[in-house]
């Protein structure tokens, strides 16, 4: 178990560690909570549903996007605030932005101030185990001994799957394994992040456990670990583990938790083939197209039709075009031997009448 005072000087570290590059607040980067270092504060861009603002923008909606800005950085951070602290008493606007895109939907610049931001005054640590149990339909526990590893292994795993279904006839829809096995491998280092932001070391050389509270959808609700004795939550930067890309991906997290399923399928005899593998192992909404025959009208869309064109340009040649081919053969020799028979006339005509010439030229010779 962490050492306590190794849990606050993290904490402390952290807030004293932000970063020096400050956001693009009018990017989609933007959306995702951040640490404005310009304006010492922390910040998201709120999306609204109005294309324009007017001079009373400010005046007529800050409740609206002041309020969705701080449940987000909230979120984000896992604070919460204090009974009697409202969002506009702790945060604001800084300026809004209209995209020059039509139909495009203002953004707004929302941020909480370092100095309340780290007030617990104002804001506290939420209490993810006792809020996240009651949301939580499922405990999964992961134990970090050699979980890279593993890891890497179901990668590869999926990889050979996926070499198999593209030699396939046909096409899966909704889940592409070879991103799925990209998430899974990218896994433990943001779970190391967040052991690692709360004071704990993470190791894989001994059997510590990791254990997550996940929803129906497999969304983590709340994050412990346990070095031996205790679990203790992980709430230090536990909505950026939870908003990042891979956990996002809840098909990664519910791999993680059938790690020692898919890898007994898979040493089974016969081992399983990928279409066991995605029936058997994936939440997300699929579907598998197999190639079969169509029915189709005559004509140039008529698949039978295309190969047989295919066919004609083909070197190959149908009995029926060997046997019109053979007569043309025959008739060209035929052609040929009768031209050779008529030169050989002709050859014996001009023959005879040059002897015929030739014996009347000597009767007059004899004559004279």
Excluded: C
Excluded at 119 to 126: G, W
Excluded at 182 to 210: M, Q
Excluded at 231 to 238: C, G, I, P, Q, S
Excluded at 276 to 292: A, D, M, P
């Amino acid at each position: 178990m962490a050492n306590k005072d190794n849990i606050h000087n993290t904490r402390k570290a952290q807030r004293a560690t932000k970063p020096v590059v400050t956001t693009d607040w009018t990017s989609d980067k933007a959306m995702t909570p951040y640490y404005d270092h310009e304006n010492k504060r922390y910040a998201v861009t709120v999306t609204l549903r109005y294309e324009n603002a007017g001079q009373n923008f400010r005046r007529a909606y800050p409740d609206e996007f002041v309020a969705e800005g701080v449940n987000k950085i909230l979120s984000f951070y896992n604070k919460t605030l204090v009974d009697g602290i409202t969002p506009g008493s702790i945060a604001s606007a800084m300026d809004f932005f209209v995209p020059e895109r039509p139909r495009a939907k203002v953004r707004v610049s929302v941020g909480i101030p370092q100095d309340k931001f780290d007030n617990p005054n104002f804001l506290t640590d939420s209490v993810l185990s006792s809020a996240g149990s009651m949301k939580a339909t499922e405990y999964l526990s992961i134990n970090t001994f050699n979980l890279t590893q593993k890891m890497n292994g179901l990668s590869d795993i999926l990889m050979e799957f996926h070499s198999q279904i593209k030699k396939i006839d046909g096409k899966v829809h909704g889940i592409d394994l070879k991103d799925e096995a990209e998430n899974v491998s990218a896994l433990v280092p943001v779970i190391n992040n967040l052991i690692e932001a709360n004071g704990y070391l993470y190791s894989e050389k001994r059997s510590d456990l990791f254990s997550l509270g996940v929803d129906s959808s497999y969304r983590p609700v709340y994050a412990q670990f346990n070095q031996g004795k205790d679990f203790n939550d992980l709430r230090v930067e536990f909505g950026k583990f939870q908003n990042s890309r891979i956990v996002k991906n809840s098909q990664s997290i519910y791999y993680m938790s059938k790690l020692d399923e898919i890898y007994g399928a898979n040493k089974s005899v016969p081992p399983m083939n990928w279409e066991q593998f995605i029936r058997n192992f994936t939440i997300k909404e699929f579907r598998i197209e197999l190639g079969s025959v169509r029915p189709y009208s005559a004509g140039r869309d008529d698949p039978n039709a295309r190969q047989t064109e295919e066919m004609n340009r083909n070197s190959l040649k149908t009995a029926t075009e060997l046997k019109k081919e053979g007569w043309r053969l025959a008739s060209a020799k035929r052609k040929a031997d009768a031209i050779k028979i008529q030169s050989n006339l002709v050859s014996n005509v001009e023959s005879g009448i040059l002897d015929n010439l030739k014996s009347v030229e000597n009767n007059l010779v004899g004559l004279e």
